[in-house]
């Protein structure tokens, strides 16, 4: 196998909304983005998969060092392999990938966070840098659309978090902050132990009108210049909204199972910024 067709089959086998975006793509910028996609869930996959946390600081540790190396010209992953002759061409950086793994880790030292602040902080580092990185893959133009990047990143990120309450929980995390648990009355053991209640619907209302002011707030920060270059945030865009939007509908019941949208109106919703320009 390739590193070119492990990428494509790690970015295929996520069944991420992103894949979806990234279809409509020139070939060059679809290898970058599917390279770089399939870093990110490389290290992502440590935290989520590996149970021992000694292990997976080691395998981060091991990621740290691989990119160290494939910037100095000797990539071993088939990843990194894949990635690095075309970083310069997309100004992709040692730091963002380092701040990625950097994101992960935190998921090993933290499983609550005292405030929203805190949460940014993990958001810009995880979804932010993507964001950054994928808009410079995207065709970025002007220098604006970096910040436009890491608020839809943040929008994007929020919406996992609400989406995988139930299934952060079975792993003894709880990224909602617990100022705002306080605020709403909601115990964490409550959450670990999955249960509904008034006060968790109003929590996680909460969270939904902010994720949705931060989707407002990322697409009025997108330069006139780069909107049709960043058409494939844009449909990422639409997907996740719709996905929100879906949760909302389902009165939140995210304790106890993973709300997801049908490949087909992934692509549908994809096909509708692509074509006709609405999300």
Not at 15 to 23: D, K, W
Not at 84 to 95: F, H, K, S, T
Not at 173 to 196: C, G, N, T
């Amino acid at each position: 196998m390739t590193p070119q067709q492990y990428v494509q089959q790690k970015a295929v086998a996520s069944g991420s909304s992103f894949y979806y975006a990234f279809l409509f793509l020139p070939a060059p910028r679809r290898a970058a983005i599917t390279a770089f996609y399939a870093f990110c869930r490389e290290v992502d996959d440590v935290v989520d998969e590996v149970s021992d946390a000694g292990v997976a600081r080691t395998k981060l540790a091991w990621w740290q060092a691989e990119v160290a190396k494939a910037y100095a010209g000797q990539p071993t992953h088939p990843v990194m392999q894949a990635l690095m002759p075309l970083v310069a061409d997309y100004g992709i950086e040692q730091r963002h990938l380092q701040a990625v793994i950097d994101g992960c880790q935190m998921d090993l030292e933290q499983t609550r966070y005292l405030d929203f602040a805190g949460l940014t902080q993990y958001c810009h580092l995880v979804a932010g840098i993507v964001g950054e990185v994928t808009a410079r893959i995207f065709g970025q133009t002007d220098e604006r659309t970096t910040q436009y990047a890491h608020t839809l990143g943040r929008a994007f990120q929020l919406t996992n978090i609400i989406r995988d309450v139930g299934e952060d929980a079975m792993m003894g995390r709880i990224y909602l902050p617990v100022s705002e648990l306080q605020q709403f009355d909601v115990k964490a053991h409550e959450i670990l132990k999955r249960q509904y209640s008034d006060r968790f619907t109003a929590l996680m209302k909460f969270q939904s009108e902010r994720a949705h002011r931060t989707y407002d707030e990322a697409l009025a920060l997108l330069p006139d210049a780069d909107r049709r270059a960043q058409k494939p945030g844009l449909m990422m865009a639409s997907i996740y909204r719709t996905l929100l939007r879906e949760i909302e509908r389902d009165n939140f019941q995210v304790l106890h199972q993973r709300i997801r949208l049908t490949p087909l109106r992934k692509f549908w919703l994809a096909w509708k910024v692509q074509a006709l320009g609405r999300m």
